[in-house]
């Protein structure tokens, strides 16, 4: 390879790396992502700790995966309508995603529900992921934060609901814990 063929190597490979202007803006990409990476990870510590099936990885990858989905168009300098768009992509799609987690069994009158939560905290993860995406750490704490006493205390200050939902086959959600 001749000086003009390596510059032209180097150059069509500076091009194709270039979608990074600024040290600001790597930085910012890299908080960002950083941010929904650790988010999901507590949220999926918290599931796999009380044995879910959903855990670290999935929550940590369903977070990551929201906030590069918006961020993405961001850097590309889409639209509010685009962008809008691609919520409500992410959104439907994060929906059957969740809807392959719940499981109904059982005999007409003793049917259970399986995974209602799983579902419900991957969905909001999901949204987590988005809110982190866009730059707005501080919803994405304060949902995280909200979550995990929806997780950890809500199960231990209403057991009456868990035996109204005993009562009450159609409603049952053995991932309630």
Same mark, same amino acid.
């Given at each position: 390879m001749n000086l003009h063929e390596a510059s032209s190597v180097s150059q069509a490979l500076l091009a194709e790396f270039s979608d990074v202007h600024d040290l600001g803006q790597l930085v910012r990409i890299l908080l960002r992502m950083v941010l929904a990476l650790a988010l999901g990870c507590a949220l999926g510590y918290e599931r796999e700790s009380h044995g879910k099936a959903a855990g670290v990885r999935t929550h940590? @990858? $369903?977070a990551m995966g929201s906030a @590069?989905? &918006?961020l993405l168009p961001e850097q590309l300098g889409v639209s509010a309508a685009d962008l809008? =768009? $691609? &919520?409500? +992509? @992410? $959104?439907? +799609? &994060?929906g059957f995603l969740c809807a392959g987690t719940i499981l109904k069994s059982g005999a007409s009158g003793a049917e259970q529900v399986h995974g209602l939560t799983t579902a419900a905290g991957l969905w909001l993860t999901a949204a987590i992921g988005m809110a982190c995406g866009m730059g707005l750490g501080v919803t994405a704490l304060i949902a995280t934060a909200l979550a995990m006493v929806v997780f950890a205390l809500v199960p231990r200050f209403n057991p009456a609901s868990e035996q109204d939902k005993a009562a009450?086959?159609?409603? =049952?959600?053995t991932d309630s814990g």
């Open positions: 940590m @990858l $369903v @590069l989905f &918006v809008s =768009r $691609v &919520v409500q +992509g @992410l $959104v439907a +799609g &994060v009450r086959p159609e409603w =049952r959600d």
